[in-house]
């Protein structure tokens, strides 16, 4: 299973960016959840957001919510973090993760990761 995260760039604040997440790997019967991880400088990773393989479930962290959106297309396995009215706050390196089965906030239970995509977002 790869993953290849892109998207990121640098923004003024209250701009807006759409992360992409191309994910390969996992059969065609298998249902996975996608994670959206952020880890900003002199700082540990946190969820960001996650999303049920159906796309009925989904999670974000306080700190984006009403602000970000989750999405993914199946058939073109691939997921999506549309990240708006960004702030500064929101500076980080930006991962997408995957697992198979039910949804998990919990970054140790994720055995597939993307390579991050850095967003800047300036004042």
């Known amino acids: 299973v790869q993953l290849q995260a892109s998207g990121g760039g640098l923004v003024q604040a209250g701009g807006s960016l759409r992360l992409s997440c191309a994910v390969s790997g996992f059969k065609i019967s298998e249902h996975y959840v996608i994670a959206w991880f952020r880890q900003a400088p002199g700082k540990g990773r946190e969820v960001v957001s996650c999303?049920?393989?159906?796309?009925?479930?989904?999670y974000y962290a306080d700190s984006v919510k009403g602000r970000f959106s989750i999405l993914r297309d199946n058939a073109k396995k691939e997921g999506y973090l549309y990240l708006d009215s960004l702030e500064p706050e929101d500076t980080a390196v930006y991962y997408c993760?995957?697992?198979?089965?039910?949804?998990?906030?919990?970054?140790?239970?994720?055995?597939?990761w993307g390579q991050g995509t850095q967003v800047t977002v300036s004042s």
């Open positions: 999303i049920s393989h159906e796309g009925g479930r989904k």
């Open positions: 993760a995957a697992k198979r089965g039910v949804s998990s906030l919990v970054q140790s239970e994720y055995p597939y």
